[in-house]
């Protein structure tokens, strides 16, 4: 029997690929420095609605947050100017003065910083460590939405939603938060992209990617949810992503849509050698131009 969608609880999504799990242990291992633990072998799915799943999926627990943040990719990610973010450029146009705003998996606090005079923002991440912002809350959805519900008028979670088992359940605890009338903006990796076209990609993955999003699929979740859909669309990466992997993308065979992972030494030697001459082309050549790393993002309102 095929596995539920996340996004539009349809069973008819067809097999894309059986992924084993001691290949992404290595990989992660290998490209981060993070002893995973066992993961088990998965299956990536792709479903009408425009979603791509790995089932079974589980999610990366605070051990291995911990060691993946102490990695120089995310530690460039963090430390990205905010205004180099253009989900948090798309967010703020619809958060007015007087707003209360809550920041689900905030951590570092960077989309607190963008706030209009007179809007307040709450970062809560129950995974936050040393880098987080001093006054980030060290707790889930689940709990602040028990302490303060229906309390705010903007809900967001940004690069989150890709990252937990059942994103339904994370998205209604997030309407908990809400006021009536108020909006909900998620905004995760989209695919297809440049980043879901780098094989053998960890960061694409278990225990960290259990679902790819695009703006058809956001849409749908919304619907489903009963939400009313004001954007669901594309913006552009970070800068600090496209330093991490553009060089990756360009320097990497492309490989099948359908094959995203496999064993292939080839493949592996292409990858480090890329690594290796990042630093170098990145001075000397940039780090390619806006558009081709990209996010979905959504801004729906609660009835």
């Not at 999504?13 to 066992?38: D, I, K």
């Not at 993961?39 to 009408?48: A, M, S, V, Y």
């Not at 809350?137 to 088992?165: K, M, N, S």
Request: with cysteine.
């Amino acid at each position: 029997m095929n596995p539920a969608c996340p996004c539009c609880g349809g069973t008819q999504a067809r097999v894309v690929q059986r992924v084993n799990g001691g290949l992404l242990r290595a990989l992660w291992r290998l490209q981060h420095g993070v002893r995973t633990g066992p993961i088990p072998t998965t299956t990536l799915h792709e479903c009408g609605c425009g979603l791509r799943f790995f089932s079974p999926a589980r999610a990366g627990d605070a051990a291995f947050y911990r060691a993946a943040y102490s990695h120089r990719s995310f530690r460039a990610w963090f430390s990205n100017p905010p205004e180099d973010h253009a989900d948090f450029l798309a967010a703020i146009a619809h958060i007015r003065a007087g707003d209360r705003v809550l920041d689900v998996g905030g951590h570092g606090g960077a989309f607190a910083r963008l706030m209009p005079r007179g809007a307040d923002c709450t970062v809560i991440d129950p995974y936050a460590d040393e880098y987080a912002a001093s006054d980030t809350l060290r707790e889930t959805a689940c709990a602040h939405a028990l302490a303060r519900p229906g309390h705010y008028d903007v809900v967001c979670a940004f690069q989150v939603i890709e990252h937990v088992e059942d994103p339904g359940l994370l998205a209604r605890e997030m309407m908990a938060c809400l006021k009536p009338g108020g909006l909900l903006i998620l905004a995760g990796p989209t695919w297809p992209s440049a980043l879901t076209q780098i094989p053998n990609l960890a960061i694409n993955a278990p225990p960290h990617h259990l679902t790819w999003w695009s703006p058809p699929a956001f849409e749908c979740f919304a619907a489903r949810l009963g939400l009313d859909v004001l954007e669901a669309r594309t913006v552009e990466g970070t800068a600090a992503l496209r330093r991490v992997y553009h060089w990756l993308a360009r320097l990497t065979p492309d490989v099948p849509a359908d094959q995203p992972f496999r064993h292939s030494w080839w493949l592996h030697g292409r990858l480090v050698l890329a690594a290796a001459l990042r630093p170098v082309l990145n001075a000397v050549l940039g780090c390619g131009p806006p558009g081709l790393f990209t996010d979905a993002f959504l801004v729906a309102r609660k009835p």
